[in-house]
């Protein structure tokens, strides 16, 4: 069973990220997780800023339970990929890629998936059981993939916050894709303290909450 119909989205509210991790050479900088909200309107981010800044952001609808994308948006600097939603005509239109895609049912974006299972978290926190499979197609600019999150169990973290236990999901890299963990923390309306993308051993961003501000 998924998220319930009837259960109320999180107010808009930006979590602020210390951040660091590895791409040849050690980083450090901020980020943030946005997300904002009126009526069935959605919008969510996740962005960095180290050597470079970067943003992915994901905007459409909520429809009921699930979170329903319009267009994904991925930035670096000035250079932007997106991915079109084309609900009209049932398909996918890439500007990294040629051609279009059919559009799968319940699809998610590499944005909006970390505020999807926020939001089923807190519809029901029975689906988060250790060794539990979460599976959602994500889209990105360059096609399609499966995100095939295994809840690890629970985590305490460190946070700007305080001490906050914590979900702790993975999605490991594979061919190529790229990598997901994230911890939610039910004190915290099961939002993601903590997200972590790894592109291949060695090289990945850490998103670490270090202040809450609510809107």
């Known amino acids: ?42 919008r969510v981010a996740l962005t960095g800023s180290s050597l470079v800044d970067f943003a992915y952001t994901s905007e459409g609808r909520i429809d009921g339970p699930r979170l329903a994308p319009d267009r ?21 239109r890439f500007t990294a890629i040629q051609g279009t895609m059919p559009l799968p049912p319940h699809l998610q974006d ?36 499966t995100w095939d999150f295994t809840v690890i169990g629970r985590d305490t973290l460190h946070t700007g916050a305080g001490d906050l236990s914590c979900w702790h999901l993975r999605h490991a890299p594979r061919d190529g894709s790229l990598g997901a963990e994230v911890w939610l ?21 850490l998103f670490t909450l270090r202040e809450v501000q609510r809107q």
């Open 1 to 42: 069973m998924r998220a319930s119909a009837t259960a109320a989205w999180q107010p808009s509210i930006t979590l602020r990220y210390a951040l660091r991790g590895h791409y040849f050479i050690g980083l450090r900088g901020s980020g943030a997780f946005v997300w904002q909200h009126e009526g069935d309107r959605y």
């Open 72 to 92: 994904y948006v991925e930035q670096v600097l000035t250079r932007r990929k997106t991915v079109d939603f084309d609900r009209s005509a049932g398909v996918l």
């Open 110 to 145: 590499s944005a909006s998936v970390f505020m999807q299972l926020a939001h089923e978290l807190s519809a029901d926190p029975r689906l988060f059981v250790a060794g539990r499979h979460m599976a959602y197609v994500v889209a990105r600019p360059s096609g399609t993939t």
């Open 185 to 205: 923390a039910p004190a915290l309306n099961d939002l993601p303290v903590q997200i972590r993308l790894e592109k291949d051993e060695g090289n990945y961003l």
